[in-house]
């Protein structure tokens, strides 16, 4: 994530930045590339008690020691979203590099309450007034939580189809339907309609994920209460569909929704008012519905389990979001995206892109962001070729084949009792100092055991003596090339747990044996 201005409008006073910087955060503040302090915003002068000519010109570091703007100017990395309690309210902290081209001339820390209503009526403000806004506008408009169309990366023809039947959706007030398998993007398209069916930025937005609210508070939750509704409501609460008011609400994993809260919600949505729990007065509802789902509705109808006159309603429009796999060909653009969102020091050959499209990605765009800041963060500033997407890809293929983690699984059953044992014979039998050292792996066929330096190759000979052979895998690691002769790697999957365990109280007998003989010269 990166903010795109010119060096002009990084330095301009009294422009639409200024305007930002003041009226959209509770604190910001703008740093050359060298993490040189530009300006603060004037809430942040306040909370300081300074004036703007104390601090132009000096490092931000010395400023506020906590801040970590200098870091991201000089690095161009980004540190989005972080998590701070001040004066007893939750905020976010997004500290962003900004890039005139390519050039990195800065960065822009933002301090924002949760309640973001503020900053979007100074976005919404900020584009309207300025010819260069509308790009500076997407850029930040993510910062503050919100999203719009641009924030849908995609040039194929399906894409195209959905952002217009969106747009058509922003312009109605009917309830929308977002459908579409998990990590296509419905959550950003339905940020994106909002933000189109209320420019002025004025209008609330609340979201609420119907899996992560037990069934028994979701009524709580969406409708409000009074005070001694039921035992703990010690107070009254505003519910979703109240502080959605006069804007939209998301109703995300909607087909989660237990079968009453289905009836009360198509009553609210049939009847436009709504009560709170424990309540007597009546509340008109004024929101925008959108709903989103990865689960197949009508199914779900068939089979009992979603109410299909709530189903009706809410798909007055439904919009289907095309999985990834349906339009592989936006894949480069998106992987452009997100290296440069993410300010990641590498890039894809043309064969590693080749190799990307040649997948059908089942967590879709999520997936593929997830692939991408993998090896971005281990790129080292490298190209990616097409081998290592490739021996990735495979992992990925394997992974999600059906079965394939449940035999893993039962495998992993099978074979742990035996690295257990082996790992508590050791414990038992080797735990004097200069014995021995082993490894505890938590994957994989072996476990490695440490001898004293120059007693590998004897303890296996001893071993095949006393009747227990280990292969030529497992004798000296690696493969019989170990220079301080002192590594063993045991491979307890294939004897019975019984033969097993006899073969260990030989073994630790060897390595006991080797290094008395070490210590005593022989």
């Known amino acids: 994530m990166v903010i795109h201005m010119t060096r002009e409008q990084l330095y301009t006073r009294g422009g639409i930045l200024d305007e930002l910087m003041d009226k959209g955060f509770s604190a910001a503040g703008l740093v050359d590339e060298q993490g040189r302090l530009i300006r603060y915003s004037e809430p942040t002068l306040r909370d300081l008690g300074l004036t703007q000519a104390q601090c132009v010109g000096r490092p931000i570091s010395q400023l506020d020691p906590d801040t970590h703007l200098e870091r991201v100017a000089l690095s161009g990395v980004p540190e989005a979203e972080r998590l701070v309690l001040m004066h007893g309210k939750y905020h976010i902290i997004n500290e962003l590099p900004i890039y005139d081209g390519e050039t990195r001339i800065g960065a ?31 850029s930040l408009a993510r910062a503050s939580g919100s999203y719009t169309f641009n924030d849908y990366i995609g040039e194929h023809p399906a894409v195209k189809e959905l952002l217009d039947q969106c747009r058509q959706a922003a312009s109605t007030h009917y309830p929308v339907l977002i459908t579409g398998e998990t990590g296509t993007g419905k959550e950003i398209l339905a940020g994106a309609i909002h933000s189109a069916a209320f420019p002025s930025g004025h209008a609330p937005y609340v979201k609420l994920n119907c899996t992560a609210i037990p069934d028994n508070l979701l009524e709580s939750e969406l409708f409000g209460h009074e005070k001694g509704a039921f035992t703990g409501a010690v107070t009254a609460k505003k519910g979703k569909f109240e502080l959605a008011g006069g804007g939209s609400i998301l109703l995300d994993e909607i087909g989660e929704m237990d079968m009453k809260m289905q009836s009360k919600l198509l009553r609210v949505l049939e009847e436009k008012e709504f009560e709170r729990l424990g309540g007597t007065r009546m509340l008109v509802m004024d929101t925008r519905v959108i709903a989103s789902t990865n689960a197949d509705l009508p199914s779900l109808c068939q089979a009992g389990r979603f109410r299909s006159d709530l189903y009706y309603r809410l798909s007055t429009i439904e919009i289907r979001v095309p999985p990834l796999r349906e339009r592989l060909s936006d894949i480069p653009r998106l992987v452009d995206h997100f290296l440069q969102r993410e300010g990641l020091p590498v890039r894809f050959s043309a064969g590693a892109l080749d190799a990307l499209m040649d997948y059908s990605w089942p967590g879709n765009v999520r997936q593929l962001r997830n692939i991408i800041l993998r090896l971005g963060i281990n790129g080292g500033g490298q190209t990616i070729g097409a081998d290592k997407i490739n021996m990735l890809r495979h992992v990925l293929f394997l992974q999600d084949l059906p079965h394939v983690k449940e035999h893993m699984a039962k495998h992993a059953a099978l074979l742990r009792p035996k690295f257990e044992l082996v790992l508590r014979m050791f414990e038992e039998q080797l735990r004097e100092p200069g014995v021995a050292q082993w490894t505890n792996p938590r994957g994989g066929y072996f476990i490695t055991c440490q001898v004293p330096e120059g007693c590998a190759k004897k303890v296996v000979q001893l071993c095949a003596e006393a009747g227990v052979i280990l292969t030529d ?24 747990i019984g033969e097993l365990e006899e073969a260990m109280k030989v073994f630790c007998l060897c390595v006991r044996l080797a290094a008395v003989e070490k210590l005593l010269g022989c």
């Open 108 to 138: 822009m820390g933002m301090l924002l309450s949760l309640d973001t209503n503020k900053l979007k009526r100074a976005l919404s403000k900020m584009a309207e007034g300025d010819g260069h806004a509308p790009a500076l506008y997407d």
């Open 473 to 496: 895998a497992g004798a000296t690691h690696p493969y019989k090339k170990d220079p301080q002769d002192s590594a063993i790697r045991i491979a307890p999957s294939y004897p019975p």
